[in-house]
């Protein structure tokens, strides 16, 4: 992993944590539930920069190094990156 993007990855896991342990708390002392919705969406959005970190590391190596040997290397990326973009187009 490249250090820069390994570093803000590990940031963001730790801040996920933290958010996650939150609405723990919230529920086990019976918060508002506007209060929880509230955090567990501020969860998933930190879930989606995480992921955003994830695919530019994998497109800075593993796709440039499967791209530069080319043929079915190549076509292996090209099937990866079309999966991801179908799972995150198929969230609800």
């Given at each position: 992993?490249?250090?820069?993007?390994?570093r803000r990855a590990?940031?963001?896991?730790?801040?996920?944590?933290?958010?996650?342990?939150?609405?723990?708390?919230?529920?086990?002392?019976?918060?508002?539930?506007?209060?929880?919705?509230?955090?567990?969406?501020?969860?998933?959005?930190?879930?989606?920069?995480?992921?955003?970190?994830?695919?530019?590391?994998?497109?800075?190596t593993h796709v440039?190094?499967?791209?530069?040997?080319?043929?079915?290397?190549?076509?292996?990326?090209?099937?990866?990156?079309?999966?991801?973009?179908?799972?995150?187009?198929?969230?609800?």
């Amino acid at each position: 992993m490249i250090e820069d993007i390994k570093r803000r990855a590990l940031h963001r896991t730790k801040i996920i944590e933290g958010q996650l342990r939150g609405i723990e708390k919230m529920i086990e002392h019976d918060e508002y539930c506007v209060d929880i919705i509230t955090l567990s969406l501020a969860v998933q959005k930190s879930l989606g920069s995480l992921n955003k970190l994830l695919v530019e590391n994998h497109l800075r190596t593993h796709v440039a190094e499967q791209y530069e040997a080319g043929g079915e290397t190549r076509d292996a990326a090209v099937a990866e990156l079309l999966r991801i973009y179908e799972l995150t187009n198929n969230r609800s």
